[in-house]
């Protein structure tokens, strides 16, 4: 298994500014994916952090907007900028060890 | 189309009786791992079960065990015995291992499993 660290566990921000979520790992992992979940609605992913290149997006999700980094093989950050009410959303890293995807505690945030 | 469909928004359970969580999946690659997580109120993601679509035997996890049938594309979750504890959302998700999305995660809608006294 592997235990993921999220910090923060829930932010109220202010509409206009960012928001950096960290999210470490206690294990080496390639990949580490970034979810977003809106208020009543599934999972969805962001984009997916390689270490040593720059992160892939899905569509709908642009870099200016939701800048990644990814230093080491057991970190990484998620900055929502500029944020809007629509922002508003529980956001969740996640690792894949073996065959099994696990998530870290995941970041509630209200903008308001 | 929706890879994973998840068809009952709400269930009801009274404890200590079983209860089957509904999930079919959509995916032509041969090779997909398919799980089950618990999300309480705190908005964390518990993983539950998984289930590899090669794995012959049905995945077994304590009280959780997946209903794996290949044929029909469904991987329904039995929780037996169930507790007040267990009142949460799951979800139903599906890893295809292949191709450009390698390694992410494709969920259902969810369903929310309310157990009473």
């Known amino acids: 298994s592997a235990v993921i660290s999220q910090k923060p566990s829930r932010d109220i921000c202010q509409r206009g500014t960012s928001l950096t979520i960290q999210c470490q790992v206690d294990?080496?992992?390639?990949?580490m994916f970034w979810y977003r979940q809106q208020p009543g609605q599934s999972l969805t992913l962001i984009a997916t952090?390689?270490?040593?290149?720059?992160?892939?997006?899905e569509s709908g999700f642009v870099i200016d907007k939701f800048p990644i980094s990814r230093p080491n093989l057991t970190f990484s950050t998620l900055t929502v900028s500029n944020m809007s009410p629509e922002d508003s959303s529980i956001y969740l890293c996640?690792?894949?060890?073996?065959?099994?995807?696990?998530f870290g505690q995941g970041t509630r945030l209200t903008v308001v | 189309a929706q890879k994973i469909t998840q068809t009952q928004p709400g269930m009801f359970v009274q404890e200590k009786e079983a209860v089957t969580l509904d999930c079919t999946y959509d995916?032509?690659?041969?090779?997909?791992?398919l799980f089950w997580y618990k999300q309480p109120s705190s908005g964390e993601m518990i993983f539950l079960i998984y289930?590899?679509?090669?794995?012959?035997q049905n995945a077994t996890e304590g009280r959780y065990s997946l209903n794996f049938q290949k044929a029909r594309k469904s991987a329904n979750l039995v929780i037996s015995a169930s507790q007040l504890g267990d009142s949460a959302m799951y979800f139903c998700?599906?890893?295809?291992?292949?191709?450009?999305?390698?390694?992410?995660?494709?969920f259902g809608r969810g369903t929310q499993l309310t157990v009473w006294p």
């Open positions: 996640s690792v894949q060890v073996g065959a099994v995807a696990f």
């Open positions: 952090a390689n270490q040593g290149s720059e992160a892939t997006y």
């Open positions: 294990s080496q992992v390639t990949m």
């Open positions: 995916t032509s690659d041969q090779s997909y791992g």
């Open positions: 998700a599906m890893r295809e291992e292949t191709g450009s999305t390698l390694g992410r995660l494709y």
């Open positions: 289930q590899g679509s090669y794995d012959e």
